[in-house]
């Protein structure tokens, strides 16, 4: 790419890896994400779902505990 990636371009990558289901490539393109956006809790939530998603719920549950250690919280009302 000519330009760097920003949260809105990852952003778009994740969604479509959980529409194809590519969990692997989700993965990294949550890891990027949360790299730029730390305290966002959207890269977490949809992370964690996209395990859940695929049944992996030891994966779920360590998605959301290291969301919890970092004091990430998700904003009730808000998917």
Not at 68 to 76: E, F, T
């Amino acid at each position: 790419m000519r330009i760097d990636p920003d949260f809105v371009i990852w952003g778009a990558l994740f969604s479509v890896c959980r529409t194809h289901k590519n969990i692997q490539m989700a993965g990294y393109a949550s890891e990027k994400l949360l790299e730029l956006e730390p305290k966002h809790h959207g890269g977490y939530v949809s992370f964690s779902n996209v395990y859940a998603g695929a049944g992996k719920w030891q994966d779920v549950e360590r998605v959301r505990t290291k969301m919890k250690n970092k004091g990430v919280a998700k904003d009730p009302g808000w998917s």
